[in-house]
């Protein structure tokens, strides 16, 4: 089992860009796929983005692609999700997950392993 803390998370005015950063602790992280989950408030939690275990194939919730952008660095045990051109709706709570099998998958009920969250906010 990994551990995930997630952090990078802020205000920030529309338009503008953040940087999310997920570290992993335990052993054999490059054997999961890992993914970005969000939740506002008074709404369930939503996929936003996903990639296996190698790094080769990512997928996203259409609400936020061509704009936000998922990577991993195995060495590292790290994911990142780069968020550009942000909109007061990115506004949630952002969880990182992981999934101990290669490929991910846009359901939360898929992963095992979830961080604390980290607050994003998009003024307008």
């Known amino acids: 089992q990994v551990q995930l803390v997630e952090s990078g998370g802020g205000t920030v005015q529309a338009g503008g860009s953040l940087r999310l950063t997920c570290q992993a602790s335990?052993?054999?992280?490059?054997?999961?796929?890992m993914a970005w989950f969000r939740q506002a408030p008074g709404k369930e939690r939503e996929h936003v983005a996903h990639?296996?275990?190698?790094?080769?194939?990512?997928n996203y919730a259409d609400s936020v692609k061509g704009r936000f952008t998922i990577s991993r660095d195995n060495a590292k045990k790290m994911v990142f999700l780069q968020m550009n051109n942000l909109i007061p709706e990115d506004t949630a709570v952002y969880y990182c997950?992981?999934?101990?099998?290669?490929?991910?998958?846009?359901?939360?009920?898929?992963?095992?392993?979830w961080g604390q969250g980290t607050q994003v906010i998009v003024s307008s």
């Open positions: 997950a992981a999934r101990h099998l290669p490929a991910g998958s846009s359901r939360p009920q898929d992963f095992g392993s």
């Open positions: 335990g052993s054999a992280f490059s054997s999961y796929a």
């Open positions: 990639v296996a275990f190698s790094g080769g194939f990512a």
